[in-house]
């Protein structure tokens, strides 16, 4: 089918359906740091793949903030997104996302701010209530011993960044005086109007709180299923029954994070998405590192209970030819009625990341290059 144009309700909240995609597919990378190459060449590689991503069609790219974690590059988002804006010129970019309670919220309306300044119409801000890390690396991002990870914390946080974004705070309020810059400055703030627009605002979660809390406020929601697969429907279902209407959307719009990787040859994409599993093991087992090659991850002598974890862990990615990823992609929508999917390939080689964005692309019919096509 042509592409088609689903109805916007701005920023970006829908998109243009490419070739005979159900929904649009977007890019969740992670800038992974594979064994024999450095950080350099992750984030090489993530301009590669937001080259690829607008070229072909993919609806936005995404990047997640990680500490401490050896194979992953994405500790600073802000700053990655500015270099990738530098190279792109329509592709949607944000965060998928940026863990709100190690920041404070001026800092990520400022940084935000800045990123819409740059390329404007442009910026998500996904928001998510987790460190990103362990608890000693998250009480050093935060200055304190005491991490305050209460679920009562993060709505007061998200309102405070919020009007910070809007420059709404009442008068009489002890930071109505305080401006986040760019952004769209009011009144007799010198300069007055900075910006028309600001970061789109979406909830990003693994659980029902965030999926709860994005519905009453009226907010795009998008889900963890790539590491919380089991949680997928309640927590959508829970959305969905939670949402109100409000000025950003008038009906809910929930995406996923799904983990995929297509390759020409089925046994390398085996090759390739085990490595992914040895290199998750060794993280939830306190020993992260590189993302180890194909044949290190070939030849680890697994234990039954670490074989049963990369069994599981694997059950949750789609892999293989392009035909059996489409199918695959396909029937996640059926089941979980996405609105969306965004797409990370968690994966060691980097042309083997790469060329799974094409084939994707291909077993869609996506057009060569967009640009040319319009």
Request: glycine share 10%; proline share 8%; charged share 20%.
């Amino acid at each position: 089918m042509p592409d088609v144009s689903l109805p916007d309700q701005g920023h970006g909240i829908r998109g243009t359906l490419r070739g005979n995609a159900p929904v649009p597919l977007s890019v969740l990378d992670l800038a992974t740091v594979g064994s024999g190459f450095t950080a350099t060449d992750a984030l090489r590689t993530s301009v590669e793949i937001a080259r690829i991503a607008e070229t072909r069609g993919y609806h936005r790219m995404w990047v997640a903030e990680h500490h401490s974690m050896p194979g992953v590059a994405s500790s600073s988002p802000a700053v990655i997104l500015a270099h990738l804006a530098a190279h792109t010129g329509t592709l949607r970019l944000g965060s998928g996302g940026v863990m709100l309670p190690n920041h404070a919220p001026l800092v990520i309306a400022e940084q935000f701010g800045t990123l819409e300044a740059l390329a404007p119409g442009r910026i998500d801000l996904g928001l998510g209530r987790a460190p990103g890390t362990d608890g000693a690396t998250a009480a050093a991002l935060r200055r304190t011993d005491t991490l305050n990870e209460g679920a009562d914390d993060f709505p007061r946080q998200l309102a405070e960044l919020t009007r910070f974004l809007d420059d709404e705070f009442p008068d009489g309020h002890r930071y109505a005086s305080i401006h986040a810059i760019p952004g769209p400055v009011q009144g007799s703030a010198p300069g007055g109007v900075q910006s028309p627009a600001r970061p789109s605002v979406w909830l990003l979660g693994s659980s029902g709180f965030s999926a709860q809390l994005a519905g009453m406020l009226g907010l795009p929601f998008s889900f963890a299923h790539h590491f919380s697969a089991a949680n997928t429907v309640p927590a959508l279902a829970l959305y969905r029954e939670s949402f109100r209407p409000s000025d950003v959307l008038d009906r809910p719009y929930a995406s996923i994070g799904v983990a995929a990787l297509a390759a020409d040859d089925p046994e390398e994409a085996r090759r390739q998405v085990l490595t992914g599993a040895l290199s998750m093991l060794r993280l939830r087992t306190g020993r992260p590192g590189l993302v180890p090659t194909p044949d290190e991850a070939a030849a680890y002598a697994f234990s039954p209970i670490e074989r049963d974890f990369v069994d599981s862990w694997l059950g949750n990615v789609i892999y293989g030819d392009p035909a059996t990823v489409r199918t695959g992609l396909d029937d996640l929508v059926r089941r979980t009625g996405a609105d969306e999917l965004v797409i990370t390939a968690n994966a060691h080689t980097p042309s083997a990341r790469l060329r799974s964005y094409e084939l994707i692309a291909d077993a869609y019919d996506f057009p060569k290059d967009v640009a040319a096509a319009s």
